[in-house]
């Protein structure tokens, strides 16, 4: 078969585009709740988790004729996760809010359960009944987990793409094969 694209599969079962829902899901609702109507930071959390969303499904969608494109996309998404990030830690920080430790019992509980369980319903239910400082604390654990996730996309496609490089490569060799060389 001498087929050049590379048609991606669907990104709304992969568990990084499903957490990325959560977290739009769950900074709705806290950010509701939680901070000051007119806030600058309500707009600007809100874009970070729009952003990293839709930059996973972009990035998925434009994967099929650009793996540079499909990169770039990916850190961005990468880049928006990290921003919301430091929203939700300036939260704590500037409420005087205990930020969980990697180790504390808490952030292993919130790890352990995000590992298999990725229905936006359920946490924004299970978040709409604790503090905002539970809540900014297991929003902070599925970021880290996301950006590592993340991570580990970006180094699979670069290593994707340093196997079978890209499109132009991959419309050469079809073509070579197509013809016989």
Not at 153 to 158: G, H, R
Request: hydrophobic fraction near 40%.
């Amino acid at each position: 078969m001498n087929a050049f694209l590379k048609i991606t599969g669907d990104y709304a079962n992969w568990s990084v585009y499903q957490k990325s829902v959560i977290l739009c899901d769950v900074t709705e609702m806290f950010i509701y709740r939680a901070l000051p109507h007119g806030s600058r930071t309500i707009d600007q959390m809100r874009q970070a988790a729009r952003s990293c969303k839709q930059n996973i499904v972009e990035g998925v969608s434009d994967g099929t004729v650009s793996a540079e494109m499909c990169i770039k996309l990916i850190s961005v998404a990468r880049g928006s996760v990290r921003e919301l990030g430091e929203d939700y830690a300036d939260f704590l920080r500037q409420h005087k809010c205990e930020i969980w430790a990697k180790e504390d019992a808490r952030t292993v509980a919130v790890r352990n359960y995000a590992r298999s369980h990725v229905d936006p319903r359920d946490y924004v239910g299970k978040c709409e009944i604790r503090s905002d400082e539970t809540v900014a604390n297991i929003m902070l654990t599925i970021i880290h987990q996301m950006d590592a996730m993340l991570a580990k996309v970006l180094k699979t496609l670069e290593q994707d793409f340093i196997a079978n490089g890209g499109i132009r490569e991959a419309m050469t060799r079809a073509r070579r094969n197509t013809r016989g060389y």
